[in-house]
T-cell receptor, first 115, second 116 residues
Framework: SQTIHQWPATLVQPVGSPLSLECTVEGTSNPNLYWYRQAAGRGLQLLFYSVGIGQISSEVPQNLSASRPQDRQFILSSKKLLLSDSGFYLC??????????????FGQGTRLTVV | AQKVTQAQTEISVVEKEDVTLDCVYETRDTTYYLFWYKQPPSGELVFLIRRNSFDEQNEISGRYSWNFQKSTSSFNFTITASQVVDSAVYFCALSEQRRGAQKLVFGQGTRLTINP
């Protein structure tokens, strides 16, 4: 069965510090990978998605970047964190079968607080 | 642009009551998919159901049921005989195609509290 791992679970970082959140998927190959952010009391917003190694698409302009160095690894980064980067970050994966309409499966999330 | 509206921010009911969570969506696509996810206090999103725009049959899974009405662009979720374990934030979402992938457009979520 497929599983998705995301770490760390919680993170407190000072403003201006770098960030690296990692997500890995097991039990599937060539998945679509996604990073979503959930601001406090709000819905989820898609930040980045990737359909393959080295292929990253950004949904919203921001202080963050993403990379996919391996097929089942997706990394969210920042060189200098801002207070507004605080939030709950969720990694997700879906199969390519059918493209639209396949459900996404989410990791357990990382709660980032920038202080 | 795609949009999902969950007008109920918070709902609180007593255990064993039935509760309906509303979801209204906007899309120009003729083919689309709708989803419901549950977010328990632990934070991860748990997939509950997917429905495509061509299938308007209601679906029942145990105490859960979904009512999809294309004419009113609604996809409501009902929990029958609610239990404390149903307490969570529930999200309705709409698929939006991207190159080789899809984006889920989420509503703001409804926080459901089931009191014993």
């Amino acid at each position: 069965s497929q599983t998705i791992h995301q770490w760390p679970a919680t993170l407190v970082q000072p403003v201006g510090s770098p960030l690296s959140l990692e997500c890995t998927v097991e039990g599937t190959s060539n998945p679509n990978l996604y990073w979503y952010r959930q601001a406090a009391g709000r819905g989820l917003q898609l930040l980045f998605y990737s359909v393959g190694i080295g292929q990253i698409s950004s949904e919203v302009p921001q202080n963050l970047s993403a990379s996919r160095p391996q097929d089942r690894q997706f990394i969210l980064s920042s060189k200098k964190l801002l207070l507004s980067d605080s939030g709950f970050y969720l990694c997700a994966w879906s199969t390519k079968q059918g493209k639209v309409g396949t459900e996404a499966f989410f990791g357990q999330g990382t709660r980032l607080t920038v202080v | 642009a795609q949009k999902v509206t969950q007008a109920q921010t918070e709902i609180s009911v007593v255990e064993k009551e039935d509760v309906t969570l509303d979801c209204v969506y906007e899309t120009r696509d003729t083919t689309y998919y709708l989803f419901w996810y549950k977010q328990p206090p632990s934070g991860e999103l748990v997939f509950l159901i997917r429905r495509n725009s061509f299938d308007e049959q209601n679906e029942i899974s145990g105490r859960y049921s979904w009512n999809f009405q294309k004419s009113t662009s609604s996809f409501n979720f009902t929990i029958t005989a609610s239990q404390v374990v149903d307490s969570a934030v529930y999200f309705c979402a709409l698929s939006e195609q991207r190159r080789g992938a899809q984006k889920l457009v989420f509503g703001q979520g409804t926080r459901l509290t089931i009191n014993p």
